[in-house]
């Protein structure tokens, strides 16, 4: 089937242009083909980068917000870290998106995906997209026209103009509203519009024009400038054909809005270069799973003038071969072919997230969804097509939050955790709210001198229904003090927890980040000494770094050797259960240590879940996993690399970890991200023993092995490097 665009890209002709792909129900809510959106907050399309002629250029991802109340409502009101609007916030999250983006760039290509638009170092208006309509009867996306002058509508910013005309500013707007700047006078209100159907409950009445008059006021205007011009094109601007009358003309079933929202404002967007697998499918195609040679094509449609018979014929032709080195060896070492790839694979990515790490802190948020594969080109090289790919990080996790008093940043949860490759620790912060709580301060404390004077809070959190989940060093609040403490509307701090001072659950005490005050309210701060503020609100943070994803990665690789046709997360879940869940290295009642019970419960696992952790779920099919079949894998290997993911689920650091968020906290002497190193060279040595047992014990691959020990040389230590 042909696959149909439009333009987003610029929206005027230019010779090379973003396009969206629609989908085959053009009727739909969602006219554009949707990929998987990212914690419910931004909407990722397909697309494609075209030259003027029509030949594609290259596939592109397309993201961009999704405001709640527009669009879809997302987690982030209640997950917010502290009161602001939805505008403020999608500008705080993607101005970080950008700068976390422009950090990345620099560190791998080969490891995150290659971002196309915007420029990075642009300015800022260069980066949004206009607020915008798809007509579905011109099939075009195209600017909200005015109605007077058939301007674009533009976001009001403007919170004093907003404010004289009895609406509420930016920062507390639903919905944001749009205005024509050209109608903007002192003395004249101007029209308000927003791009919803109906008028929010909060705007009706203030004047305020929802999408079905704004179509009127249109169809009103367009009927005037065609009898006072014949020559006005009304085919630039969107139809303005009402669902009341196409109902009434087409009869039926009530059709589909004339118009779909794509931008209710201006919004920012990202454009990457798509990347033709999954995770998840790649993983089951290097198990032996069949994959149809079209689903590898580079270009799906087959008029494409990109199309490379000879590469298709190619393609074929390594699909029935297997794409293996030793498929029809009958010695089994297509097994330890597989469990060589699965561990290449498995080694970008922790690779790809231990660069991210250094870079930005902790993912959190590690799971198939946020990973993509550069997928095999056959032709491209000298080995078969499985051993040619590159994992990529989609990097953009939202686990971070830049938007805390004082500049502080912190590793918060992701608002929707993915089980089960999300820690407890991750799944419980998510669930975590605001609470009422009474606040006293006990200390004012002097921190620096001069220019670099602040002031540091030493007080103490109650909460009569009790502290929860119980805190830890380490971990965090966002305190939120009651009103006109300072002598302004509000006060929030970012302050660390200190639960060995506490002297209940109820009650615990905290250090605030250092704060720059005036002398006014440093001696407000004073005098107010030991006495109860009510009215306070807190949000506990809990402490979360790369441990947690370590986790994370655990479950990715029982998931890369266990799952198949015949069982899937399921079985991941269920070995779980066997892991010890005291914490730290105490010893129990039995004076058994951490460790030891860790490996009598990985024991355990192996012989009651003998079936389902036997190295034949390696493959696929089922075909693939007849007793009958010869495995080559040696159990002691298999063995080790099940216990190198049950150590990653079970991981316990030999020191306590602290992140630190300022001064009160201090960061122990082992550097977290130390830990993926070593994960990586423990893989690559479990690839390594694995290769000598594939090129090196059998005389009749000598030849073979020193081929493919330059390439080795030459694309460094690992496969799958790249194609």
């Known amino acids: 089937m042909t696959r149909r665009f439009v333009q987003l890209l610029p929206l005027e002709p230019a010779s090379f242009a973003v396009f969206l792909e629609l989908a085959d129900d053009s009727g739909a809510d969602d006219p554009f083909v949707r990929l998987d959106s990212v914690g419910g907050t931004t909407h990722v399309y397909r697309g494609s980068l075209r030259s003027a002629n029509g030949t594609e250029v290259d596939r592109v991802v397309v993201q961009i917000p999704a405001l709640p109340s527009v669009r879809g409502a997302g987690p982030e009101v209640s997950q917010r870290l502290g009161p602001a609007s939805p505008l403020r916030r999608m500008g705080l999250e993607w101005q970080r998106r950008w700068t976390d983006q422009g950090q990345l760039a620099a560190t791998s290509q080969r490891l995150f995906p290659k971002w196309l638009l915007p420029n990075l170092d642009g300015d800022q208006a260069e980066r949004r997209l206009p607020a915008m309509i798809y007509c579905r009867q011109r099939q075009r996306l195209l600017p909200i026209p005015s109605p007077w002058s058939l301007r674009p509508l533009t976001t009001c910013h403007d919170d004093e103009l907003l404010v004289r005309w009895g609406l509420p500013p930016s920062a507390g707007a639903t919905l944001p509203i749009l205005v024509d ?20 409950d909060e705007l009706a009445g ?46 039926g079933a009530e059709p589909p809005a004339p118009w779909f929202v794509f931008s209710p404002c201006e919004v920012p967007f990202l454009v990457r270069r798509w990347e033709p697998w999954d995770l998840e499918r790649f993983v089951d195609f290097l198990g ?323 079936e389902e952790l036997a190295a034949s779920n390696i493959f696929f099919s089922e075909e693939d996993r007849l007793n009958s079949r010869a495995n080559a894998i040696p159990l002691e290997l298999w063995t080790e690399t099940l216990r190198l993911a049950w150590r990653l689920v079970a991981f316990r650091p030999a020191l306590e970890m602290r992140i630190s968020i300022g001064l009160s906290v201090d960061r122990a002497a082992e550097d977290p991200v130390a830990h993926l190193t070593q994960i990586h060279q423990e893989t690559t040595r479990l690839m390594r023993r694995l290769q000598a047992i594939l090129f090196r014990r059998q005389g009749v691959h000598v030849e073979m092995h020193s081929v493919i020990a330059e390439m080795m040389n030459a694309l460094g230590d690992g496969v799958g490097s790249g194609g």
């Open 181 to 200: 700047a050209s109608s903007v006078a002192d003395e004249d209100p101007p029209r308000f519009y927003v791009a919803a159907e109906t008028v929010p």
């Open 206 to 251: 203030q004047g305020v024009v929802g999408l079905r008059e704004l179509r009127a006021e249109l169809a009103a205007t367009f009927s005037e400038r065609l009898i006072a011009d014949p020559t006005f094109d009304i085919n630039l601007y969107p139809s303005t054909e009402s669902t009341a009358e196409a109902t009434e003309s087409g009869g």
């Open 288 to 610: 032996g799973r069949a994959i149809d040679p079209q689903e590898l094509s580079f270009d799906e449609n087959p008029d494409s003038p990109d199309r490379d018979p000879s590469l298709e014929s190619e393609k074929a032709a390594s699909q029935r071969q297997g794409g293996y080195l030793f498929t029809s060896e009958g010695s089994g070492l297509d097994a330890v072919e597989v469990l060589t790839l699965k561990l290449g694979l498995f080694a970008q990515i922790v690779e790809a997230v231990d660069r991210y790490s250094r870079r930005l802190g902790p993912h959190l948020d590690i799971h198939p969804g946020h990973l993509v594969v550069s997928g095999p080109r056959p032709g491209h090289g000298l080995l078969p097509e499985r051993w040619h790919f590159n994992v990529r990080l989609l990097g953009l996790s939202r686990a971070r939050r830049p938007d805390l008093p004082q500049g502080v940043v912190l590793a918060t949860s992701p608002p929707r955790p993915r089980r089960p490759y999300a820690s407890k620790a991750v799944r419980e912060a998510a669930l975590i709210e605001w609470c009422d709580g009474e606040l006293i301060i006990d200390q004012v404390q002097q921190v620096g001198e001069g220019d670099n004077r602040r002031w540091r809070l030493k007080g103490r959190l109650k909460d009569a229904s009790g502290i929860l989940p119980p805190p830890r060093a380490g971990d965090s609040l966002i305190v939120h003090w009651p009103h006109q403490l300072l002598g302004r509307a509000e006060m929030q701090t970012t302050a660390a927890a200190d639960p060995a001072s506490s002297t209940s659950q109820a009650e615990l005490v905290f250090y605030t980040e250092p704060l720059a005050l005036e002398e006014s309210q440093t001696q407000r701060l004073e005098s107010a000494t030991g006495t109860v503020l009510r009215g306070g609100r807190y949000r506990l943070l809990p402490r979360l770094d790369v441990t947690d994803d370590l986790y994370s990665l655990g479950i990715l690789l029982l998931r890369l050797l266990l799952v198949n046709d015949h069982q899937d997360l399921s079985v991941v879940e269920n070995l779980l259960r066997d892991l010890p869940q005291a914490g730290g290295l105490a010893t129990d009642t039995q004076g058994l240590t951490y460790e030891q019970r860790l490996e009598a419960a990985f024991a355990n696992a192996l012989e009651e879940q003998a």
